[in-house]
């Protein structure tokens, strides 16, 4: 089982396409490609971390695209485009509904704070952790050294694998080995 983590994927809107600078022709190429890219990267047997603004149409639409996508267990951190109703369609669903939600990563158990929206600070800032967002629409992954934007503009419109944010914030900061292993305050999900 593998896990991993994207956010503003804002299916069905189209205006989305122009304030995203996002490179589709129309709203069904885009869904369409979104859906194909996450499919070809996660399995029936995955979790997905989708950090909000999961769509912008109707419940039902939303039902809809969400049927086609793969994974086993799906969980949601709240955008400002999600809607109360789809929310509610969601977790009748099984989708796991959260405001801001903390994980171990895979392999050095380094603390993910998960965020709809950027933070200047957060849990375990001064001890290594990493803060994953979506929300700008920017095309860059990181602005600010622990700092990872995981909307689809910056992660190449597919759900990007908590092992390789992981290995890209290990590399990127070179987080001493006391940091990254042995802390009992870690969440493990």
Excluded at 6 to 21: Q, R, V
Excluded at 145 to 162: D, F, M, Q, T
Aim: proline content about 4%; aromatic content about 10%; hydrophobic content about 35%.
């Amino acid at each position: 089982m593998a896990e991993y983590i994207i956010s503003d994927t804002h299916f069905g809107h189209g205006n989305i396409i122009e304030l995203g600078k996002r490179p589709f022709e129309n709203v069904q190429r885009m869904n369409d490609l979104l859906i194909e890219k996450w499919n070809s990267r996660v399995t029936p047997r995955d979790t997905v971390y989708h950090l909000g603004d999961f769509g912008w149409k109707n419940t039902e639409y939303n039902l809809d695209i969400l049927s086609r996508l793969r994974f086993k267990k799906l969980v949601l951190v709240c955008g400002n485009h999600d809607s109360a109703k789809t929310l509610r369609a969601f977790d009748q669903m099984g989708v796991q509904i959260q405001d801001y939600l903390e994980v171990a990563t895979p392999k050095h158990n380094i603390r993910l704070c998960m965020f709809h929206y950027p933070l200047l600070e957060w849990n375990g800032f001064y001890r290594g952790a990493i803060h994953a967002h979506g929300h700008t629409h920017s095309k860059i992954f990181s602005e600010f050294p622990g700092r990872y934007n995981v909307c689809v503009e910056a992660i190449g419109y597919a759900p990007k694998s908590l092992a390789t944010l992981e290995t890209e914030h290990v590399e990127a900061v070179r987080i001493p080995q006391e940091t990254r292993d042995g802390h009992e305050d870690h969440p493990r999900n």
